[in-house]
Each structure stands twice: as structure tokens, then as C-alpha cells.
């Protein structure tokens, strides 16, 4: 017995020693920031000694830098539930809630870590800052609570709002309307990093607000056979990357449509001008070129990662509020021909949505945790049949299976969707019934991916991809103006 005790031990030890390989194995690939081969060998150390609670820790790490937030959350809690003292576990689930809009719950992680560590600085630091977050929900809930809550356009006086003599850059005519020649000079106005006046700034989003709150929730298009339309994804503030596309793609025209597929800001911090240049086309070219909402066109998330501070240190908090009125109007998901629905994240996660629960979205408001607007915002695909637990913590994950049935019963070919990273800018997956689009190349100037638009033309609804390569952009590191909790906590 004794002899096999040993055995027994001996055979532990060994494993713990693999483990401790793998781990740093593991580490040297997360410092290159090749987090998906980190996350490979933290999981297979994992599975060597399942009792040590620093593998969960760094997993969960490296789940919230690929944006797993829920696989992170999982991750943290692990590693606690196996030694509470940990205090990086506390650390990275207050991390995990936060960027899942749980602040609640973070709050008491850091509240924990500020009693184990009553001098330390940093803990003080986050628990004031997340306590302040918690505090202002708390009021931004009961403003919300009064029916009656008026529009900021009601309170706004663009008329009396004067421009500055010495403001030598892009205005709009009398009447506000935009023009091609004023889409130009904005456009390089911002490549010198200089600001659109207020007043102009205004004028495009009172304007576009109406024009996107006449539109359903469902735009429906058709293409002629001999027209083409590029289809773009996430562009994530990346402001030198869209003119790239711009330049490689062509401007924006009646004969040269475009759809841009959501998460036009945060992270990077050319967000302001993205979204303007964005929404001034739609103006120009209301027929012919398109905008849909994605996860990152919501309050939750522009106060975490950039853009509510991007806003404010450009122009005033009331804009921010104005802006976050208008991306409450984006439209929810596109149908091509009949025959390709766009949305931004994916399907749903019950069987038996129709396009036509689509058209009757309510979707003037912040998404809700559950259900078919939460899902087109959030969901991802996956390679199994079936559903399974979001990765990043919220909506679902949905097979090839759900795919097919959801095409089947809408009489539809396949869905594009952006909402993740790809390394070569875009994926087909379920048998070509799924293909994911991503236009923000080297991401948050670190991934190294290629960026990605595509090409469909009305004849065959074929898809061809065309890649693009990451252009060179001043020196404002992307989340430069997010949340400071957001920067630490992804350390």
C-alpha cells in the first residue's frame, strides 16, 4: 500500500512540475500577446493540477483581453472558490462585472480587497472609482424612472450657437445640409486632428436622429443585378483605418453603397471623428448607405471603454447624452435581397424567431439582458450543433444546426455578422452559412489582424472578401479616455 502511495505521489508531483511548464509556456505567449495560444496551455496546465488557483487567474486574464468576459468571470470565481486569499482573482472578477455592466458586484470584490489591504493605494483607488459608478447608476436610473424625461435636442439652441472667427475649419450651409464638399473637408479637418465645431457637430446629430428614427428596425434593401455594395465591420474609433478603406474602397455614392455593421466606437480614440464622418454620409446618402447598431452603441459600454470620455474631453457631457439618443435609433439588422440578413452579432437564442419579430423590435432604448434585440447584438457563433453558454457572459452561443434552421424557416441564404476579432479579417463557418466581417485591423494596435470588407453584388449575392492592412495613426493610444478601472483591471 505504502509502494502505492508513492507511486501515487511521485506521479502528482510530476504533474504539478508539467503544470508549472505549461504555465510559463503559457506566459511567454501572453506577453507576445498571443492570447489564444496562452489561454491553450493555461487550460491544459489547468487540467494537470485543476487545484491551483493562479492557472484560473491568468486564464481569466487572458479571457478579458480576447473579450470573453463571461469565460473570464467563470475563470475568477475558480480560482477564488480554491484559495480566497487570492487577491488577483478578486482583482479580475470586479474586472469581469464591470465590463459586464455589473457593478454592483464588483464593487464588493474591491470592497473585499479593501478590507484584506487597508493600505493599499491601488484597492482604495478602484473601490472609490467603482463606488462612484454605482452611485451615478443609481441616479441615472431614477431620472429614468420620470416618464416625462425630455430630449436634449428640446433644450438645445443650435441657432443662437456662434462660430468663432477664428474657427477656420469645415461649416455647414444655412439650412445645415451636408454636402460632399463639406464630407471632404471634415474628413481632412480630422486626419489633422483638429475639432469639428460644436455647432456643426449638433447639426449632424439633431439631423441624423430624425432621419434614424423614421427607419424599422429591420431595413430591407434590394440590389439590382449589376449593383454592388460593401459591407464593413467593426471599426472600433480606428478613424485612420475607415479613411484607409475610403481610399482603397472608394468615397461613399449613390453608385458605391455602403453598410457598416456596428461598434463604429470605443477603444480606439478617434471614436468622435469615426462616428461624425459615419453618420454625415448617412445624411448625404440616406438611400444608399447604411448603419446598423452594434453591442458597443450602448451606455454600459461607452462608459467603460472610451467613448462617454472621448465625448466629453471633445465636447460636453451633454452631447455624450445626445449621442447615446441616436444610437438608441440605429436599426437592428438588414436583409439583402431577401436573401442575406446583416446583423451585428448573431441569431438567437431560442428556435423560432422570424424576420418579422424582427420588424417589431422596440428598439428606442438600451438593450435588454435577454431576448431577440440582446441576441442580434451579443450572440456568436460556435463549431458544435446546438447552444451553449456565452463566452462573454452575455446572450448565446448558437451552431451550424441553429444556423441552418433559422435560414430554413426565413427562407434565407446565409447571415453576415461581425462582433469578433479575426485574425485574417474575416471567417465562413457553418457550412458558408455564417460569415463574420471585422474593419478594425491590429486592434487596439495589438492583435495584428488584418482587417476585412465585402463585396456583394446584386447578380449572384456571391461574397468576395477583400483584406487591408493597419494604417499609421497619431500617437493616442487606444482607451485613452476609457474608464480608468477598465485600464488597471486589464493589467
Known amino acids: 500500500m505504502a509502494g502505492a502511495a508513492d507511486c501515487g505521489s511521485v506521479k502528482m508531483a510530476e504533474a504539478e512540475r508539467s503544470a508549472e511548464t505549461l504555465k510559463e ?3 511567454n505567449y501572453f506577453k507576445e500577446k498571443d492570447y489564444e495560444n496562452a489561454i491553450k496551455y493555461y487550460s491544459e496546465a489547468v487540467e494537470l493540477n485543476p487545484d491551483n488557483a493562479i492557472y484560473y487567474g491568468n486564464r481569466s486574464l487572458a479571457y478579458l483581453r480576447t473579450e470573453c468576459y463571461g469565460y473570464a468571470l467563470a475563470d475568477a470565481t475558480l480560482a477564488l472558490e480554491l484559495d ?3 487577491i488577483k482573482g478578486y482583482y479580475r472578477r470586479a474586472t469581469s462585472n464591470m465590463a459586464l455592466g455589473k457593478f454592483k458586484a464588483a464593487l464588493k470584490d474591491y470592497e473585499t480587497v479593501v478590507k484584506v489591504r487597508p493600505n493599499d493605494k491601488d484597492a482604495k483607488l478602484k473601490y472609490q472609482e467603482c463606488s462612484k459608478i454605482v452611485k451615478q447608476k443609481a441616479f441615472e436610473r ?7 424625461k425630455r430630449s436634449v435636442v428640446d433644450s438645445l439652441d443650435i441657432e443662437s450657437m456662434t462660430i468663432e472667427e477664428d474657427y477656420s475649419g469645415p461649416k455647414l450651409d444655412e439650412g445645415g445640409k451636408i454636402t460632399m464638399k463639406f464630407m471632404k473637408e471634415m474628413m481632412s ?3 489633422g486632428q483638429k475639432k469639428l465645431h460644436r455647432k456643426c457637430a449638433y447639426q449632424i446629430l439633431v439631423q441624423v436622429k430624425e432621419l434614424l428614427s423614421k427607419l424599422p428596425s429591420l431595413v430591407e434593401i434590394t440590389l439590382k443585378e449589376t449593383e454592388t455594395i460593401t459591407i464593413c465591420g467593426d471599426t472600433h474609433g480606428q478613424f485612420y483605418d475607415l479613411l484607409n478603406i475610403f481610399e482603397l474602397n472608394g468615397l461613399p455614392s449613390e453608385t458605391n453603397p455602403y453598410l457598416f455593421n456596428g461598434d463604429f466606437v470605443d477603444r480606439g480614440s478617434f471614436s468622435v471623428e469615426v462616428i461624425l464622418t459615419l453618420f454625415g454620409f448617412k445624411l448625404l446618402f440616406p438611400d444608399c448607405f447604411y448603419l446598423l447598431r452594434g453591442n458597443h ?5 461607452n462608459q467603460m471603454y472610451g ?6 474631453a471633445k465636447y460636453t457631457a451633454q452631447m455624450f447624452e445626445l449621442f447615446s439618443e441616436v444610437f438608441q435609433w440605429l436599426p437592428l439588422a438588414q436583409s439583402i435581397n431577401g436573401k442575406v440578413l446583416v446583423m451585428h452579432g448573431g441569431l438567437f437564442s431560442e428556435d423560432g424567431v422570424t424576420l418579422d419579430d424582427l420588424r417589431k423590435i422596440n428598439r428606442n432604448r438600451q438593450p435588454p439582458d435577454s431576448g431577440p434585440m440582446c441576441d442580434l447584438l451579443w450572440s456568436d457563433p460556435q463549431a458544435l450543433d446546438g447552444r451553449s453558454v456565452s463566452k462573454r457572459g452575455v446572450s448565446c452561443q448558437f451552431g451550424p444546426d441553429v444556423t441552418k434552421r433559422f435560414l430554413e424557416q426565413n427562407q434565407l441564404d446565409y447571415i453576415i455578422r461581425s462582433h469578433e476579432m479575426k485574425s485574417e479579417g474575416y471567417e465562413v463557418t457553418h457550412n458558408g452559412q455564417c460569415i ?4 478594425a485591423p491590429n486592434y487596439c494596435d495589438q492583435m495584428g489582424n488584418k482587417g476585412a470588407y465585402i463585396h456583394l453584388r446584386g447578380s449572384d449575392l456571391k461574397p468576395e472578401f477583400h483584406q487591408f492592412a493597419a494604417v499609421p495613426h497619431p500617437n493616442v493610444k487606444p482607451m485613452a479616455y476609457a474608464n480608468s478601472l477598465m485600464q488597471m483591471g486589464m493589467m
Open 25 to 27: 509556456k503559457a506566459n
Open 84 to 86: 480566497k486569499n487570492y
Open 142 to 148: 431614477a431620472i429614468a424612472s420620470d416618464e416625462l
Open 189 to 191: 479637418w480630422f486626419k
Open 297 to 301: 452603441e450602448t451606455d454600459n459600454m
Open 307 to 312: 467613448f462617454e470620455g472621448e465625448v466629453k
Open 436 to 439: 463574420t466581417v471585422f474593419s
